[in-house]
């Protein structure tokens, strides 16, 4: 469990841990767990904060080479009761996968190559926020 | 001799312990004492700026001088800073005759775009300009939201709040504030009422 973030980045209270390698056949759906972990004590918007004004969890790819994307699957969001504000928050906490989808091309050329995409964010405690960041990720994959 | 009756002592101490708590109330000038607020001789000179507000006028800091300031880097997105945001809006209120000036800096990358709409929601009723890298980093790089400093009649950080504060520390710091080193606010025009607002 705690392996994939000995290679991790983050900066800042939350930490992108190693992306593993996926792989397929042209015309194959694949899947890239991208394990994520927040420092305890703190929390991040959801992909579908509570409030407007809140700053989503985004994921969005730059450059994905031969894979096309596909949609992306977040962990259920908790219910987080915050002084000051009228109704629970929308986060996520602890440690979980952003489960990303990709459809391998019809054209793709075998052997390797990686998805390169962009992970930003806004994390808060009970007491304070922090400006929003943003980490790199990479998704490395094999077409067989 | 008569012996003293047992009610005349209790009597005498009523009347005294009444007449404390009438000479005490009746003084508007009570002191506060924040726990937070530095002394004197350990406060560093807040460092001056140069921040648009939301009519472009450019705003420094050295233009406070003589005020005291309550100078809150916050954003839009920050909840304890909007929870603050209201208690600032009443201390400006209640504050701004006796020398005190709230400044908010918003740190919001979209900068009026998102800040606009929020201060008119808001009502905001103290001045507001959009902070950057460079002011942060000359406050000790703020990165926690809200971190609200109070700045003395002399320009100098008496205290600084990192995080959601509470509002009597804050109050009571600028009560502090207010009440002390009148002097700098005295060589100028906006002398604050020396008759001071009982709390």
Known sequence: MCLPFLFAQGSGHLTVGTIQKVSGKRNEAVEAKIPVSIDPGFHVNSDKPSEDYLIPLKVKWTSTGALEVGELRFPKPASLNMAGEEKPLSVFEGSFDIVARFKVAADAPAGPGSAAGKLSYQACNAKMCFPPKTVDISVPYQVN | ????????????????????????????????????????????????????????????????????????????????????????????????????????????????????????????????????????????????????FLIDRDGRIAVVHIGLANRKDIEDGVEQLLQSNPKAALDRPFVPALSLRPR
């Open chain 2, 1 to 148: 001799m008569l012996p003293l009756r047992p009610t005349v002592p209790i009597a005498i101490f009523g009347v005294l312990a009444v007449g404390s708590f009438l000479l005490f109330h009746s003084s508007s000038t009570h002191t506060v004492r924040a726990a937070s607020i530095k002394p004197v001789d350990e406060r560093k000179p807040a460092p001056d700026f140069a921040l648009k507000d939301i009519d472009g006028r450019t705003v420094h800091l050295s233009d406070y001088k003589g005020k005291v300031v309550l100078l809150d880097f916050w954003a839009t997105w920050c909840g304890p800073c909007r929870m603050e945001i209201p208690w600032f809006i009443e201390l400006q209120r209640e504050d701004k005759d006796r020398g005190l000036e709230v400044l908010g800096v918003s740190m919001d990358d979209n900068g009026w775009a998102d800040v606009k709409p929020f201060l008119a929601e808001m009502k905001v009723n103290y001045r507001v300009v959009i902070g950057d890298d460079k002011t942060a980093e000359i406050y000790g790089g703020v990165d926690s939201l809200p971190t609200t």
